[in-house]
């Protein structure tokens, strides 16, 4: 019997308004999902996400719809969007709709979620037939600041709807509610088969408070398709920051210290926060050292590194961010902070600073420039630690698991 296997994600490029994203809980699903075809082209891989916006199926399309299609993999859509406003109630029944219609039709062995919150089908999992429900995400510290709140006002003014479509969600949510308190669903549910973890820090973290549930720590990777040598530099030129734009990232940091280093181009690729992007232009205009590129392709981005020296992610929490595999696989150091869950060593393959410290940040770049001589040997050491995180050896560990 093929086993088939059906991938549940509830962030996809495409899916939210405005501009197209890419949400790291997307990237890694489907990074995984191809490597695992890659690996075991006999595996039956299903995807279910919320729909595409119109204004983004082309895009999505080629970006990435083509090649699951390339790859056999069909993608299914729940009866909804991707929306800040939408309550989660609301969509966990959307998705548990869709989702117990496939396994009946597909005879689906294994439901694999790529995030962690309760799932429908953890209460109905004999009924439903299902041999192993997985789920694959990130574990931490719930962190406060200052930035957070920003980042929660924004997404509010986002999330603005009429009053009609208020008390329409209102009247759907109320039953569905008691009928999620009835099942019993929680977010580490004993029901589920294996909670694998992204993050070596979340590992630790989610053992030591949930020691009556499967946990597993499974390491993303990155699929570098460039041929990339060690870079050998005579001075920092240009720094790359790539990510979503809103304050906890830290951009705001960022943008603090370019006039410190008029030398240096500091090219920034990201979309989201509008406030953020004005912020950016406003500085822009004082400083010409900022290159803003806005939204580049998932397939373009690897020229970015290319053309890049370092990575700067000055965020304030992440778990294991995709961008810094990348940028490591590209043979480029990174600064970062000690606040986020990374791979990165102090002046081995990269630099740690304290979230949100600018004089901190400024002398670890000064060190650099003025030590160049120790950039070849971090290149190395970056493309190093690049090689230990692939998504082929991640797909292999999960092979494993699927198969047991």
């Known amino acids: 019997m093929k086993l088939k296997i059906l991938f549940v994600t509830k962030y996809i490029s495409g899916s939210l308004p405005k501009e197209f994203t890419y949400h790291g809980e997307w990237t ?8 695992l075809k890659k690996v075991y082209p006999k595996l039956k891989i299903y ?12 895009r999505f399309n080629q970006e990435f719809g083509e090649i699951l299609k390339e790859n056999n993999i069909q993608h299914y859509f729940i009866d909804a969007y991707l929306d800040y406003g939408m309550p989660s109630t609301l969509l966990r029944w959307e998705f548990f709709k869709k989702e117990k219609e496939l396994i009946q039709k597909l005879n689906i062995n294994i439901i694999h979620y790529n995030q962690f919150q309760p799932n429908c089908c953890y209460a109905f999992k004999k009924q439903l037939r299902l041999k192993k429900i997985i789920c694959y995400g990130c574990y931490g510290e719930k962190k406060e600041g200052e930035w957070r709140k920003k980042d929660k006002k924004y997404k509010n003014k986002l999330c603005k709807t009429n009053t009609v479509t208020k008390v329409k969600r209102m009247i759907k949510k109320l039953p569905l509610q008691l009928f999620f308190r009835f099942l019993r669903l929680k977010t580490f549910d004993k029901r589920v088969d294996y909670f694998v973890l992204k993050n070596p820090k979340g590992y630790e973290l989610m053992k030591q408070k949930f020691k009556d549930l499967n946990i597993i720590y499974i390491p993303k ?28 990232k830290g951009i705001i940091d960022l943008l603090k210290i370019t006039e410190m280093f ?10 989201g926060n509008s406030e953020i992007k004005k912020e950016i232009q406003k500085i822009a205009q004082k400083n010409k050292n ?3 590129l806005g939204s580049v392709s998932y397939y373009e981005k690897w020229h970015a590194y290319l053309q890049n020296d370092l990575l700067l992610h000055p965020s304030y929490s992440d778990a ?8 490591l696989s590209c043979g480029l150091p990174v600064i970062t902070t000690y606040e986020i869950d990374s791979p990165i060593k102090d002046g081995e ?10 004089n901190e940040l400024k002398k670890k770049l000064n060190f650099i420039q003025h030590n160049i001589n120790i950039y070849y040997q971090m290149s190395k050491k970056a493309l190093e630690t690049a090689q230990r995180y692939t998504w082929e050896n991640a797909a292999k560990k999960f092979l494993d698991i699927y198969f047991e």
């Open 28 to 35: 890694d699903s489907y990074e995984l999902i191809l490597a």
């Open 47 to 58: 995807l279910l996400t919320p729909k595409i916006r119109k204004e983004h199926f082309k």
């Open 221 to 248: 990777g990155q699929t570098n398709p460039l041929k990339i040598k060690i870079k050998v530099l005579e001075k920092i030129k240009n720094i790359l920051f790539i990510g979503n734009l809103y304050y906890g």
């Open 262 to 271: 008029p030398d240096i181009k500091f090219n920034i690729i990201g979309t």
């Open 290 to 292: 900022i290159n803003f």
């Open 320 to 327: 294991f961010p995709s961008v810094i595999l990348e940028a």
């Open 349 to 358: 393959n990269g630099f740690l600073y304290h979230a949100g410290n600018s």
